[in-house]
């Protein structure tokens, strides 16, 4: 039995846009990033059990019981998924994110293992949980229906070192995601300097476990040619050949403070994409 939990926002059992193949993705809940452009803003937070959403919701399908800690009941067979829960929130949390444990979780995999290619564990950012990430790879390599499966993880990278080390025995990918290669670019967007993504973009390069960069192109803030030629010269000395993921900027789902962002055409993103292809980058795809 492993008991060591995780905070899981949600579980989606077949993706194939979060790694190669079919992929169950697993989005654990909260982030230390606080991105103007997360169109998942309801993974950022961890709930401090203020009530709000109790009060707004109008099944009672949420409950707060108090105790030390004190614990969120969520009862799904009550939601309407009307996400009148989620608006009132004023950490950007979500009450129906629960704890999982690891052999919960390998249950749920094994249910679904015939018709996958592997594991994506995603956020919100994984490496904040990153002992029930590296426990679940661990008994997902351990387990002879599920050891096929390749393990990947999707991070902002803000992981330290020590943390990657902890986790390549059991790792098989990651995708890293890169706002801007521009330090004020990177901060105006993500609040951090991007030194740290950097570093974790170079180090799972050379220990063969960097599958894809994923970079988001928001015009005004990391598209101009300038900053497109220097992040190509400086993904091709950290990592050369790598697979890009070109994601163009969309405003659904994000919150009011990105209503100034604008979403990129599609010719500055083929233009974009063309630089990277010429600049070594073979593998580089638009989503
Ligand atoms: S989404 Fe579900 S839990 Fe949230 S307010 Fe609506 S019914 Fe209640
Ligand atoms: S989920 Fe948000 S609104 Fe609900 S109790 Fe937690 S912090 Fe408060």
């Given at each position: 039995m492993n008991k060591t939990q995780g905070l899981v926002n949600r579980i989606i059992?077949?993706?194939?846009?979060?790694?190669?193949?079919n992929r169950l993705v697993i989005f654990l809940q909260g982030c230390n990033m606080n991105c103007i452009n997360c169109h998942n803003p309801h993974t950022i937070g961890v709930c401090n059990f203020c009530g709000l959403c109790t009060l707004k919701c109008p099944t009672k399908a949420i409950e707060i019981y108090s105790g030390e800690p004190p614990w969120i009941n969520f009862d799904q067979s009550l939601c309407l998924n009307c996400d009148l829960c989620l608006q009132v929130c004023p950490v950007y949390s979500n009450p129906r994110s629960r704890w999982m444990e690891i052999d919960e979780a390998v249950k749920i995999i094994q249910q679904k293992?015939?018709?996958?290619s592997g594991i994506t564990v995603s956020g919100g950012e994984a490496t904040l949980q990153i002992e029930f990430v590296r426990e679940l790879f661990v008994a997902i390599k351990d387990d002879a229906q599920l050891s096929r499966l390749t393990t990947f993880i999707d991070t902002n990278g803000t992981a330290p070192i020590y943390k990657w080390e902890s986790l390549l025995p059991v790792l098989d990918g990651a995708m890293v995601d890169l706002k801007a290669l521009d330090v004020g670019a990177h901060q105006s967007l993500?609040?951090?300097?991007?030194e740290l993504i950097l570093e974790t973009i170079s180090f799972l390069h050379q220990e063969g476990k960097l599958y894809e960069v994923r970079l988001l192109i928001i015009p005004d803030y990391n598209s101009s040619e300038e900053q497109i030629e220097q992040t190509v010269e400086y993904l091709s000395q950290i990592c050369p050949q790598t697979r890009i993921r070109l994601i163009p900027y969309r405003q659904h789902g994000v919150r009011s403070e990105a209503d100034h962002l604008q979403q990129p055409d599609e010719e500055l993103m083929e233009r974009i994409k063309v630089r990277f292809f010429n600049g070594g980058f073979g593998d580089t795809v638009i989503t």
């Open positions: 059992p077949f993706s194939s846009v979060d790694g190669p193949g293992a015939d018709f996958l993500t609040g951090r300097v991007n």
